[in-house]
C-alpha cells in the first residue's frame, strides 16, 4: 500500500491538558509499554482512548499481527465511547509486513491516527524503523500510537514513551465498578522531562481523561477483571 504524502494539518491538535503537556501531541510518533505482563489490555485501551484526542471525524487505522490471540470485541470498544465503523482493522502476516503498512499509512492525511499493536519481540522495530514512523507522522500530520507488550524498552525516535498499567477506579452505585483507570508513567520525552505520574480515569460522556483519586477498587481494562461484560476490549 503506497499512498501520497500530505502535510499536517494544525485543526488535529487536541485540548491542552495534563497529557497534552506531558508531550502527548499529535502528528509525532508515541509508544506505549504496558506495565506488566497482565497490563497488555490497559496499554491497547489507554492507546484507543487516546486516539480520540486525534481523529476528529478520520478513522482509527488498527495495525495487528495476524497471530494475535484476542480480537477486539464491538461492544465493548462502544460502551467505551469508541465508534468500530470508524475503526479499520488490518491484520499483518509477519512483522516486516505490520512496520510497512503502518509507515504506508502513516502518509495519508486522510487518517485520524494508527495504533499499532506489537506483542512480545519485534527486532524489525529499531531506531531506524522508529525513524522513518516518526517522519511519515510528522509529514502527514498523522499521529502513531505504538503498543508493546512483553517487551522492555529500547531506543528510539518516539516523541515520548509511557508505561500504562491498570489501576484502581471508584466504586459507584450497588458496588459496581466504576470508569476504566490508568496508572501512567512517562518514561522519556524527547527534549523535555519525564518521571512524570497520573492516574487517570476515562470520561465517555466528554471523551477524555481526568485526573483519577488514588483510592478505589481495582478495575483493570482486560477480558478476564470485574468489568469483563461491561467494558471488554477483547471477546
Known amino acids: ?26 502528528a509525532t ?19 484507543a482512548l487516546a486516539s ?21 470485541y464491538g461492544p465493548g470498544l462502544t460502551e467505551l465511547g469508541l465508534d468500530p465503523g470508524r475503526i479499520l ?6 512483522e516486516r ?9 502513516a502518509h495519508c492525511a486522510g487518517v485520524g491516527a494508527i ?15 522508529s525513524r522513518r514512523l516518526r517522519l511519515a507522522a510528522a509529514h502527514s500530520g498523522v499521529t502513531i500510537l505504538l503498543v508493546r507488550a512483553g517487551a522492555a524498552p529500547i531506543p528510539s525516535a518516539a ?8 489501576a484502581a477506579s471508584p466504586v459507584v452505585e450497588a458496588g459496581a465498578p466504576g470508569p476504566p483507570a490508568f496508572a501512567v508513567r512517562l518514561l522519556r520525552r524527547r ?16 471523551a477524555r481523561f481526568r485526573e483519577a483519586p488514588l483510592s478505589g477498587a481495582l478495575f483493570p481494562l482486560s477480558a478476564g477483571g470485574p468489568a469483563a461484560d461491561r467494558a471488554a476490549l477483547f471477546a
Not at 482493522?89 to 509477519?94: C, H, N, T
Open 1 to 26: 500500500m503506497r499512498l501520497a504524502p500530505t502535510r499536517p494539518d494544525p485543526s488535529r491538535a487536541p485540548s491542552t491538558d495534563g497529557l497534552t503537556q506531558a508531550g502527548l501531541v499529535p
Open 29 to 47: 510518533l508515541h509508544e506505549i509499554y504496558a506495565g506488566s505482563g497482565g497490563d497488555g489490555a490497559s496499554a491497547l485501551g489507554f492507546a
Open 52 to 72: 480520540l484526542r486525534f481523529t476528529a471525524e478520520r478513522p482509527l487505522l488498527w495495525f495487528r499481527r495476524l497471530t494475535s490471540r484476542a480480537s477486539p
Open 89 to 94: 482493522f488490518v491484520a499483518a502476516p509477519d
Open 97 to 105: 509486513a505490520l512496520l510497512r503498512a503502518g509507515a504506508d499509512a
Open 115 to 129: 495504533l499499532i499493536e506489537a506483542e512480545g519481540k519485534f527486532p524489525l522495530y529499531d531506531l531506524t524503523a
Open 159 to 166: 516523541e515520548t514513551r509511557w508505561e500504562v498499567a491498570a
Open 191 to 206: 527534549g523535555g522531562p519525564a518521571g512524570m505520574e497520573m492516574r487517570l480515569e476515562w470520561n465517555r460522556e466528554q
